[in-house]
């Protein structure tokens, strides 16, 4: 079974029993698009801009001991296979499981609707989550294992420096914890099988980052992190259960409580 099917099972079969209709969470559809739109158009702009905007040298150059042994250990024979598996996963497989999950739940359970609203929550967390991306990659400036090794056939110079962290690896774990983090609010059948099987795709993903020779481990290590903490901060903490709802959090006498009846 290859990578995607299996990620397509794990997420799709636990829809059999979806028959629970969704447990409402909070949102503003109008605010909503407008931030998410806001941030999809910022990182866009900062992705069409990186040529103008990355340094001509790198500020992080040299790797340390840790990434040379993993880069090392990792990288393929053939860099270009394992960086077109990235994309295919990355920029198609992943998002289309992890959206159609949540769209295929949401409709199972009679409000395919709110299936489109989840979507929406997902592309916020996504988006949130590549600016911080960008803006890292032009503040950091890291040298790219493929510059720093050489030789770098068909490889474009301005994104030499632009190593830390890994875009790819952000983005699928902002897309993967952001899927599980709604479907769990949602209460939708199977979401911690969903969740688990995009997290570990996600991280396959930053394995062939680093098998490509575009990135270190560190940079993957980076990537995870903020995407994943960003993939379940904007929808749990913006967009939890309603107060009235089980699972809800609510303010309470010196913090937070969670509602249970």
Known sequence: ??????????????????????????????????????????????????????????????????????????????PGAADQLSGVLANGVIPVSMLG???????????????????????????????????AKEAVARQRPWAYYGPNPGREGWAANLS??????SFTFSTAAATLTVAVLRAYPGAWIAGTAGLA??????????????HYFTDVVG????????GFAVPYLFHGRKATEPGAVVPAPGGLAVTLW
């Open 223 to 230: 990537g995870a992190l903020v995407g994943g903490v960003v």
């Open 101 to 135: 999950y949540l769209g295929l739940s949401a409709a199972l359970a009679g409000n395919a609707t709110e299936g489109l609203m989840d979507t929406l929550l997902v592309a916020e967390a996504v988006a949130a989550s590549q600016v911080l991306t960008e803006i």
């Open 164 to 169: 830390f962290f890994s875009g790819h690896t």
């Open 201 to 214: 795709a996600a991280a396959f993903v930053g394995y062939l980052r680093m098998a490509a020779n575009d």
């Open 1 to 78: 079974m290859t990578p995607s099917s299996a990620l397509l099972a794990a997420t799709l079969l636990p829809l059999a029993s979806a028959v629970e209709p969704p447990a409402p969470i909070q949102y503003d559809l109008a605010v909503d698009a407008s931030v998410t739109g806001g941030l999809v158009a910022a990182a866009l702009a900062l992705t069409a801009l990186q040529g103008e905007l990355t340094p001509a040298g790198c500020r992080w150059c040299v790797p340390d001991s840790l990434d040379r042994r993993l880069h090392d250990a990792a990288l393929w024979g053939n």
